[in-house]
């Protein structure tokens, strides 16, 4: 009651709990202010208060007892609730007394984690990564006996995410089961990359070897039609020999006139007709093709994604047609030789000019010629390699190197060049010739060996410095 200046008096409506503070700017209709206003009738605000009162003195007295809802229920009295007993197994209210006061409170750890810390009143809070989670108490101490799986004298937690667990030591334990399964893994299995970022077991140096590599190359068609051709030349030679022969005696001054003297003249006359074009063309098409060819068929990316490093790659493949074209360089003289041996006999060599070799020395000067032979092709195999991968059609890279070979020995036939023919790298292709002699000449194989490693050093340095840096799009 409250008196006014006029002597009457006024009743002072009781204060409403869920309008706003006096003083407050009440927020617009459709406005949040923790919950959403909307204009109320007076039959609501009469019920609202209603429900005031009956929350301030602790119940409905209108309801019925077995209408009303029960208290909430917090720490072990929740478990319990949440697991009860069959009825003839309840505890009584003395006993279930007992058994709380049997419990001890747990012993407060020692928070050493970054991620704790004690506030005053003895609650540990999560701080960090943890500020969701809420503190263990003592009232989530679980009691002995229960079946829960979890020890009964450590605080439970449950973080923002609903997840559970228990503190130990100052940490916390999460039943996170793909956690516990990663923990329980080796190392290696955790971490399955090395150091450089390759995952475990991979080694470089074990990818594609040269025997695997050098089997696939034995088993292409182009790889057996180009070795079968070099042993089938010396036979089409024999051939020609012998359907041409008038039975006249043998010509001196040149190879092919003294070709059917011997066996190793026959030899000699097949590697000399074959090392200008034939010899060149076979290395060119082992080199050439080994990655243009992977390229064309759109394997080369797969290789490298295995993965083969690059420089692994381009070495092992030129490793390989190395192997191939020896083995074509040599294959020609050997089949050439066991057929002359064959038909004609053995023999000595006679030479162009007019010397003559016996058969042991004859086989050693001709084998010191194909050895020649073989290092002076040297700078055709880098140049088809360097044009191997820069190009993803093979023919394109075989015929590039064979045409720059056939350019070369046009040009170093115009004698008006002079001293400037010594720089073209076929200028010393027959340099090999100067062995069938009785005193050999080195100065021309040296030369030509000094000219076709350094043409070869140069060839094979941009193959593989275009190969690092090529985009493989095919």
């Given at each position: 009651?409250?008196?006014?200046?006029n002597?009457?008096s006024?009743?002072?409506?009781?204060?409403?709990?869920?309008?706003?503070?006096?003083?407050?700017?009440?927020p617009?209709?459709?406005?949040?202010?923790?919950r959403?206003?909307?204009?109320?009738?007076?039959?609501?605000?009469?019920?609202?208060?209603?429900?005031?009162?009956?929350?301030?003195?602790?119940?409905?007295?209108?309801?019925?007892?077995?209408?009303?809802?029960?208290s909430?229920?917090?720490?072990?009295d929740?478990?319990?609730?949440d697991?009860?007993?069959?009825e003839d197994e309840q505890?009584?209210?003395?006993?279930?007394?007992?058994d709380r006061?049997?419990?001890r409170d747990?012993?407060?750890?020692?928070?050493?984690?970054?991620t704790?810390?004690?506030e005053?009143g003895g609650?540990?809070?999560?701080?960090?990564?943890?500020?969701?989670?809420?503190?263990?108490t003592a009232?989530?101490?679980?009691?002995a006996g229960?079946?829960?799986?979890?020890?009964?004298?450590?605080?439970?937690?449950?973080?923002?995410?609903?997840?559970?667990g228990?503190?130990?030591t100052?940490?916390?334990?999460v039943?996170?089961?793909?956690?516990?399964?990663?923990?329980?893994l080796?190392v290696?299995a955790q971490?399955?990359?090395q150091a450089?970022?390759?995952?475990?077991?991979?080694?470089?140096?074990r990818?594609?070897?040269?025997?695997?590599?050098?089997a696939?190359?034995?088993?292409?068609?182009?790889?057996?039609?180009?070795l079968?051709?070099?042993?089938?030349?010396?036979?089409?030679?024999?051939a020609?020999?012998?359907?041409?022969?008038d039975?006249?005696t043998?010509r001196?001054?040149?190879?092919?006139?003294?070709?059917t003297?011997?066996?190793?003249?026959?030899?000699?006359?097949?590697v000399s007709?074959?090392?200008?074009?034939?010899?060149?063309l076979?290395?060119?098409?082992?080199?050439?093709?080994?990655?243009?060819?992977?390229?064309?068929w759109?394997?080369?990316?797969?290789?490298?994604a295995?993965?083969v490093?690059?420089?692994?790659?381009?070495?092992?493949?030129a490793?390989?047609?190395?192997?191939?074209?020896?083995l074509?360089t040599?294959?020609?003289p050997?089949?050439?030789?066991a057929v002359g041996?064959?038909?004609?006999?053995?023999?000595e060599?006679?030479?162009?000019?007019g010397s003559?070799?016996s058969?042991a020395?004859?086989?050693?000067?001709?084998?010191?010629?194909?050895a020649?032979?073989a290092?002076q092709?040297?700078?055709?195999?880098?140049l088809?390699?360097?044009?191997?991968?820069?190009?993803?059609?093979?023919?394109?890279?075989?015929?590039?190197?064979v045409?720059?070979?056939?350019l070369?020995?046009?040009l170093?036939?115009?004698?008006?060049?002079?001293?400037?023919?010594?720089?073209?790298?076929?200028h010393?292709?027959?340099a090999?010739?100067?062995l069938?002699?009785?005193?050999?000449?080195?100065?021309g194989?040296a030369?030509?060996?000094?000219s076709?490693?350094?043409?070869a050093t140069?060839?094979?340095?941009?193959a593989?410095?275009?190969?690092?840096?090529?985009d493989?799009?095919?």
């Amino acid at each position: 009651m409250a008196a006014r200046s006029n002597g009457e008096s006024t009743e002072i409506p009781a204060p409403d709990p869920w309008s706003a503070p006096t003083g407050a700017a009440a927020p617009e209709h459709g406005e949040q202010s923790g919950r959403e206003t909307q204009p109320l009738s007076t039959e609501s605000e009469l019920h609202r208060a209603a429900i005031a009162r009956a929350l301030e003195s602790g119940g409905f007295p209108d309801l019925d007892p077995a209408q009303r809802r029960p208290s909430p229920m917090w720490g072990a009295d929740a478990m319990l609730a949440d697991d009860p007993e069959p009825e003839d197994e309840q505890p009584r209210a003395d006993e279930l007394g007992a058994d709380r006061a049997d419990v001890r409170d747990p012993e407060r750890p020692d928070w050493t984690s970054p991620t704790w810390e004690a506030e005053r009143g003895g609650s540990e809070v999560a701080t960090g990564d943890h500020a969701d989670e809420r503190a263990a108490t003592a009232d989530d101490v679980i009691p002995a006996g229960r079946s829960t799986g979890i020890a009964s004298d450590h605080p439970r937690f449950t973080d923002s995410t609903g997840r559970s667990g228990i503190v130990e030591t100052g940490q916390v334990s999460v039943a996170d089961p793909a956690a516990e399964t990663a923990a329980a893994l080796p190392v290696s299995a955790q971490d399955p990359t090395q150091a450089d970022g390759s995952v475990q077991g991979y080694r470089a140096g074990r990818t594609l070897p040269v025997r695997v590599e050098l089997a696939r190359q034995l088993g292409r068609r182009r790889t057996r039609l180009a070795l079968g051709f070099l042993m089938l030349l010396p036979l089409l030679l024999l051939a020609a020999f012998e359907i041409g022969d008038d039975g006249s005696t043998p010509r001196t001054g040149d190879l092919a006139g003294m070709a059917t003297s011997s066996g190793l003249n026959f030899a000699a006359f097949a590697v000399s007709s074959s090392a200008g074009f034939l010899l060149v063309l076979v290395v060119a098409l082992f080199f050439g093709d080994t990655v243009a060819s992977e390229a064309s068929w759109c394997s080369l990316r797969y290789l490298l994604a295995a993965p083969v490093p690059r420089g692994r790659l381009l070495r092992q493949k030129a490793i390989v047609a190395a192997l191939l074209s020896l083995l074509g360089t040599v294959l020609l003289p050997a089949v050439a030789l066991a057929v002359g041996l064959f038909w004609y006999g053995p023999g000595e060599l006679a030479t162009p000019n007019g010397s003559v070799l016996s058969f042991a020395a004859g086989a050693v000067h001709l084998a010191l010629a194909v050895a020649y032979l073989a290092v002076q092709l040297s700078w055709v195999a880098g140049l088809a390699l360097w044009l191997g991968v820069s190009t993803d059609a093979p023919l394109g890279a075989v015929g590039g190197a064979v045409l720059v070979s056939i350019l070369s020995q046009i040009l170093d036939q115009i004698s008006a060049l002079g001293s400037l023919r010594s720089f073209l790298p076929t200028h010393y292709a027959s340099a090999w010739s100067d062995l069938l002699a009785e005193d050999v000449d080195w100065t021309g194989m040296a030369n030509g060996t000094c000219s076709a490693l350094i043409y070869a050093t140069v060839f094979v340095t941009l193959a593989h410095w275009h190969f690092h840096r090529k985009d493989i799009t095919s």
